[in-house]
């Protein structure tokens, strides 16, 4: 049970982006709702507010709203003088306790991460960080072979292929990406089917497939815009995820050591 706790606090504070309380986004009979109020209605996701549309964003505030005059109203109820609610507020300020505890002490295990452990661990785990050779492409369907050679005849025929591509995608694919030109942007080989990775991987830039691709889905015609080879991430692109890595791990180590000293000096009896 003591495990499961220190778990649940543990991911409580390693995903819970800490609050600013500045900034109102609206008041009820005075009283402003902020960044702590968001916080506890959306949780981890409190630091993606800003980046919702407007209406997500009135619902979540409509809800705070409500939730506020809810607080109001049972503030007025002579609650907090009874017994039920000195004993849980005890509770709560013990789990708070822990939590800013917590807080603390992982503050300075990040302070105390040097660049020269991120190179290391970067060094030491390159595998983890590759990157597969990728194919960036457009590619028009259609639901018949003779639908797709005709395609394939326009666009041989065609001075600027890329134009006459996006334009043929548009008014005849019946795939979702049809209404962008048929644009499926940068995508590793295992993520399409076989059939259609393997034509795209034999074209060179800025060609197209000469005779229809069958799939499951259809009939394709893809162009190949551009491709990148397998290669690793730089140290710079994935140094803020071993980072992170690196303070969980170095955080989680803390507390199971810590939890284990407790253990030995303190009294537990089992009931």
Do not use: C
């Amino acid at each position: 049970m003591i495990r499961k706790t220190i778990k649940l606090a543990v991911t409580s504070l390693l995903f819970v982006t800490l609050a600013n309380a500045g900034e109102s986004y609206a008041t009820v009979n005075g009283e402003s709702i902020t960044k702590d109020d968001i916080t506890q209605v959306m949780g981890p996701q409190a630091s993606k507010f800003d980046t919702l549309g407007k209406d997500m964003k009135k619902r979540v505030i409509d809800t705070l709203i409500e939730r506020k005059l809810l607080i109001q109203n049972a503030s007025k109820s002579g609650l907090e003088n009874s017994d039920s609610y000195k004993k849980k507020l005890e509770t709560v300020k013990k789990e708070l306790l822990l939590t800013i505890w917590m807080e603390d002490e992982a503050k300075k295990i990040e302070a105390g991460i040097k660049d020269s452990d991120l190179k290391e661990f970067y060094k030491n785990n390159k595998a983890n960080f590759k990157v597969p050779a990728q194919l960036k492409a457009r590619h028009i369907l259609v639901k018949s072979e003779d639908e797709a050679k005709a395609i394939i005849k326009e666009l041989e025929s065609a001075k600027d292929v890329n134009a006459k591509f996006i334009e043929l995608a548009k008014s005849k694919s019946t795939g979702p990406s049809g209404k962008s030109g048929g644009e499926l942007g940068w995508f590793p080989l295992n993520r399409m089917v076989p059939e259609f990775s393997s034509a795209a991987d034999k074209l060179k830039k800025g060609e197209f497939t000469k005779t229809p691709v069958k799939t499951q889905f259809g009939y394709h015609v893809i162009l190949l815009e551009d491709r990148k080879p397998a290669g690793e991430k730089s140290f710079d692109e994935v140094k803020p995820q071993i980072k992170a890595i690196l303070n969980r791990k170095k955080f989680n180590d803390f507390i199971e050591n810590k939890v284990k000293t407790l253990k030995k000096d303190a009294k537990i009896e089992m009931k």
